[in-house]
């Protein structure tokens, strides 16, 4: 029995937060302090309090200085959501010599005073609840932490800019990293574009020695080509699985010399690296700066996998390296953290009728556009047409396609305004074309950003302000457009107020950003939670912005959400800071939310044993028991509630402090003489559970 | 104490007013991962509900052991809410699931008892959705208010058969393939 | 045979006479039966809504509280006429949707003992029940005389795929529903990117300027495209387009001639029926050139032929059929759904 | 286009509740005050070379208060139903919806008496009143008598043709629950009347 262990009357204090008027603007605080001390006395309550902030220094060396000198052996504090601040107030009890486990958050703000607008019932409620923390505090018992070693390697999914900062920052701390990529090379939607804003340096420049210096970095592993397939396990001690999708050679003998893409016979549109506007062969390597430096084999376009001939790659390669047999591998991994830095899609630009892509010719997704304007794309940096020579004399680019929309995607993609006067420098920079950005909302606010919008505008950029109706090649008049095949772009000029038609030769569309198509699924793999479009959900978007709610998996760069590569690029490099100030600390304290079973009651009935996804749960055969494995049980209770015997108890969450819990709640509801017509209104037999 | 809180009257008292009916109570239990964070955004994004509403933080929306629910019932609550993670989002892979599987079973008991189905449902919320679980719980006090207080008197002996209750593999084969088709569809929805 | 509740609107008895007929005379080699509401009245089009909201739902829901208790065995109202069609499943969505539309609807048919419960009928557009329900293939199984070398320019008319308030319409502007009926009674289909586009409704009544433009922009782009005919889905399209088109010639002293007959005319055709009685030669922009190049004869235009001035009829300059583009690959464009 | 109405003199008077008004004489959701200006109704519009005002212009002024201006403006005559802006509304604004609203008031004020378009509906309307049925015949004969007489001659050949093709039925169908639909027609007026007066006080 520890010296915490609840003497036979509970001494408990009781802590009621204004928030400034956050709380204190909706339920009359001072009521609920006078409440509780008169009808929770009996109980246990001895000492009832409001203040202002209780989360500062001053309101928590109240509970310190009350639990020394009045006795307390439990606290409760109606505040904020204990998701918030149940770990500032367990460390005011601790500092004051009480085991935090004996603290109660009731969440008063976001159950009560956010919520409700009627003082008198927000008052009632908060009342309510409050008992519910009084009753259930009483059964609480001293708990202690689990201890667990951590793993010192990270998984790094996703091999964009964020992902590589992370793997980067972290391997160079000396710690190994495990870098997982889907597509052939690492570099993501980075490497694809040509120049960044607003200072247009040239993307390869910057991005080329990062990717390289991760390839070979001695303490990152790459795994291109592969995704993850499983994730089990906790902070600090997971176990990934990832499955290396089939190259078709051995890389111990490929020395990346090209030979295999140049003979390869097969053809296909590479809708992935080049946007659909350049070509790929069946082998191939997406971009000649990409690491690792190995081709990968597209079996769906190759002609021995359509027709059993060809390898030409085979009988070509001078080392002898292709392997046409090669199946899928799958390893598994031991990692302590994980980053999600698994980036965006662009919008599917089709989904927009109105604008004609896929329909019209010469109507460019932005991505599309970036390739075109890439010295290493299919035009070779040339802005032209459809029909690939034509240079334009009139290019529209049109904003916010797919974002801003309730029709598509609400949010502003954040990067699409910046990109697209890009665009228009890039455009006058190739050509001598007249280029209109049609705008609903110029969006500018980082450094250097607004400065960027004005050189455009110098450069002669004519900027119209309505978002565009539609792109048609349907012309009103003979004479609407100066030659065949020009769109027209039909948008209200919205500053003079009415409806134009602008002939253009190219219509670029902006498009958003979107989550992965298989960011749900992703999330669910990970055990993490993501906003209903698929952005992941941070632990708090302000104060813990790449913390994911799952202990040990971090999130940066877009996954998180649209944002330009310095924003990425912070937030792969915050994620790191995080793992490795983790991993410094060797072991981790963990919650000590667990089932605890007890043998003398088990009947070993194995009911609870196919209950458990993560394996805690074995039976003893010759015991004829069950037992729990504390460092594999997660806490989530269902064998608790599953136990035809109540054997089975669950530290921190037990059935005595729910029961509790919910008489407290309802104790003042106007149910209160309920108890009168059932036979039992007290709780059953509280069962304890010893830490 | 001020005699003004001690005789200021409790909007849910039955005796607080004679003419207005006693609003509903309903008692909800949440998971900590989807339905509790849901029900924290919907207090940051100051979306309104029913004050009558009244949490439960559990770890997992199956930890929920059936004698909560008529723990509840017995002590006031006209309506009890079971709310979770989508069927396949679960925090702990699939242990909402086993909840869904209990809640089936549980109601058709309840039913027995004598408590209407209004009065226990479930809701799935993600954690993003704040809105919906708000809304949620306004519809729940919607649907019980027309039943009236739980009329505790007419039920038959609150003396449920535990292992009945909490034992999946005692589900007939009848809710079983029912709870597994609705659980179908949800996540068809879910995904 | 599939049964239908069935609410023709006012223009089928009327001007577009051609429109029931035609579709009287499809209707029994596709095993499809049309019980109309009993004593329906008129929807109201645009105008009873302009004048008073709440007045035009109740006259719309009429109705639908008529075809409620008129169901038996089934609940699916069909409606030929896309004004009518948009103005029924409007009403039931918004009394689905709020409450305070339901009451007030509600109040207002008892004074007439109606009452009609929200989501109890489906409305669906003559269109989609003949794609859907019977389908392309049981179409095409009853083509006799199939429409090979027919240039159709297919136009949809605006109030079928929007504003599908309930959307069950994948695409609202380009929905190539009708583009595949017409190919699935062998017409050579032209890409005409006006599909829905606005007729301008009752425009040439209220302000002739903005209608008659309206009619030509649909006219000049079939025209433009070698259209032999536009097909319609819509009476009031097709009266606007046919009705006005001498007219629009004489206000912008043009000279187009495009004719505009019904889908249900055409399918009538391919199945091998006799133009008459598919209501063939009612139109005033005849079709009988058109149909006579495909080898169907057509009564004589009984036309009446508009004087223009002299020297200033110019047929519209034919555009050059759009060459396949080389260069770089073209997105790809999944496979319309509807 | 009446300048005053978009640039109102000093004092001008604004109606801070016309938003309000049209929201209660909306059927259905309006979400007007949740447009932001991005002039996708007045790009799309098929006839907006006609209108006084875009759509967008007539909703800015309606939220700033610009009653009289909104009520006079030609716009929503204007407006030809196509639904274009409708679903290309990246806020989902039921524009013709709202435009059927603000015609309403326009009528039930007497605002747009010499309208076309109002006259119109009102002659379509009292069709319905007496038949149940929408009449052309009727219909067309006096809408033109009354406004385009001079348009008559030139309309003959498609009047003829319409005639002798079949198209033009002279003896109007008149349902035969009338008096039950003139009764509804009539509760619903009371109703509507009831709920704006509830709603949009003067």
Redesign the interface.
Known sequence: MTPNEPADSPRVGVYVCHCGTNIAGTVDVAAVRDWAMERLGPHGVVVSRDYPFMCSSLGQELIEDDIRELGLNRVVVAACSPHMHEKTFRGACERAGLNPYLCELVSIREQVSWVHTDKVAATAKAEALLAGGVLRVREQVPLEPMRVPINEATLVVGGGIAGITAALEIADAGFPVHLVEREPSIGGHMAQFDKTFPTLDCAACILTPKMVTAGSHPNITLHTWSEVTDVAGYVGNFTVKVLHRPRYLDTDLCTGCGICQEKCPAKVVDPVFEAGIGYRKAIYRPFPQAVPKFPVLDPDNCIYFERGTCRACEKLCPTGAIRLDQQPEEVTLQVGNIVLATGFEAFDARRVEAYGYGRLANVFTSLEFERMSNASGPTGGQIVLRDGVTEPKTVAIVHCVGSRDRNYNKYCSAICCMQSMKFAHLVREHTDATVYEFYIDIRAPGKAFDEFYQRVQDEGTIFIRGRVAEVTDVLRMPDEAAEDGRLIVQVEDTLAGLQRRIPVDMVVLSVGLEPQADAHEVARRFGITCSSEGWVIERHPKLDPVATMTEGVFAAGCALGPRDIPASVASGAAAAARILGRIQQRELALEPIRAVIDAERCSGCRICNDLCPFSAITFDAVQAVTEVNPALCQGCGVCIAACPAGAIAGTGFSDAQILGQIEGILMFSGAADVGARTASPEPKAPEAVPA | MSEDVMTRPHPTDATASATTPREPVVLVFTCNWCSYRAADLAGTARIKYPPNVRLVRLMCSGRIDPSFVLKAFASGADGVLMTGCWPADCHYRVQNVKALRRFELLRRVLEQLGIEPERFQRFYASAAEGPQLAAAFSRMIEDVRPLGPLDWGRLPDLAPDHEALTNPSELDADSAAEAEADLMSLEAVGS | MSSYLYYPG??L??????YAESLAAILAPLGVELREID????C????????????????IG?NLALAESQRNGTSTLVAPCSACYANLAKTDR?VR??Q??RE??N????????QYTPGSITVRHLLEVLIEDVGLDELQRHVTRPLHGLRVAPYLG??VS???YDRRWA????PHALDRLMAALGAEVVDY??RT??C????T??????GF??IR?LV??ADRREADLLVTVCPMCQMNID??Q??MN?HFRTDYHVPILFFTQLIGLAFGLEPKVLGI????VSAHRALGRIGIAVPPP?????EVPAGQAAP??R??RAKR??????????EDER | MPSAVRTPGQGAALDRRFVDEIRATTVGETRLETCIQCGTCGGSCPSAADMDHTPRMLFAMARAGLRDGVLRSNTPWMCVSCYFCSVRCPQEIHIPDVMYAIKSIATREGIAPESIGADFSRTFVSNIHHYGRSYEVGLVARHYLRHYALRLPGMAPMGIGMVTKGRMGFIPHKIRGIAGLRAILARAGELEAAAQGRKAPA
């Open positions: 006012c223009s008895s009327g001007s577009a006479r051609a004593d329906w009245n008129c109201g089009a645009t105008e009873y809504l302009t004048l008073s909201p709440l007045g035009g739902y109740a006259l009429r918004f949707e709020s305070t539309l007030q609807l109040g207002a048919l008892a004074a007439d003992g109606l605006c109030l929007r504003p599908d695409q609202h502007e380009q990117p006006l586009s606005c301008g409704g009752h425009m009544q209220i302000s002739p300027d903005t433009e309206m922009r000049d782009a009705a006005y001498s007219e004489h030669g009612t139109e005033i009984a036309e009446v032929e508009v519209a300059a555009e050059a583009p080389k260069g770089l690959p073209m997105p790809r464009l999944d």
